[in-house]
T-cell receptor, first 112, second 114 residues
């Protein structure tokens, strides 16, 4: 059964720091991967999608990479801001299950 | 309205009530999804519809009954729910149901079963 682990579970940092959030899958047969942001009590906002033929994606201060051989993805946030405070979720689409499997998220707090 | 909308945003219902959640997408997508998000648990996929046809039922109890009248609308009919069904119910859509498609989520309905 595919399981997704996100490390750390929670993170509190001062403004301006560069951050690395990790996501790993028990089954490395990942077709593609999507990173989301969720604000308290709200829905999910898509941040980046790494498709099957890609290894990384960049949007502004965000960069996500996917290592299919190890089943691991990293979300890099540069120069963090208080507005980045949210829960970050990764979801992998695996060819075995043919659906997205979600992690439990990393709860980020950026202090001003 | 743009994106994916969900109504109501909050719902409190008794175990004997019948209610429905509504989702509408304005993105021209073909696939729609229901997810359940409980505290401290990963999102759980409940149902998938592609071109109005149900393609996935993730062993969901029959007290949850989905309906997809067209590619833009998705409903979740609720009856005789249990307190453990209290959660945030999220609707999503994508251009297709394959994994290469980016999923877009609505704001969710916060359901409390008393």
């Amino acid at each position: 059964k595919q399981e997704v682990t996100q490390i750390p579970a929670a993170l509190s940092v001062p403004e301006g720091e560069n951050l690395v959030l990790n996501c790993s899958f028990t089954d490395s047969a990942i077709y593609n991967l999507q990173w989301f942001r969720q604000d308290p009590g709200k829905g999910l906002t898509s941040l980046l999608l790494i498709q099957s033929s890609q290894r990384e994606q960049t949007s502004g201060r965000l960069n996500a990479s996917l290592d299919k051989s190890s089943g691991r993805s990293t979300l890099y946030i540069a120069a963090s801001q208080p507005g980045d405070s949210a829960t970050y979720l990764c979801a992998g689409f695996t060819s075995g299950t043919y659906k997205y499997i979600f992690g439990t998220g990393t709860r980020l707090k950026v202090l001003a | 309205e743009t994106g994916v909308t969900q109504t109501p945003r909050h719902l409190v219902m008794g175990m004997t009530n019948k209610k429905s959640l509504k989702c509408e997408q304005h993105l021209g997508h073909n696939a729609m999804y229901w997810y359940k998000q409980s505290a401290k648990k990963p999102l759980e996929l409940m149902f998938v519809y592609n071109f109005k046809e149900q393609t996935e039922n993730n062993s969901v109890p029959s007290r949850f009954s989905p309906e997809c009248p067209n590619s833009s609308h998705l409903f979740l009919h609720l009856h005789t729910l249990q307190p453990e069904d209290s959660a945030l119910y999220l609707c999503a859509s994508s251009r297709g149901s394959g994994g290469e498609r980016e999923q877009y989520f609505g704001p969710g309905t916060r359901l409390t079963v008393t």
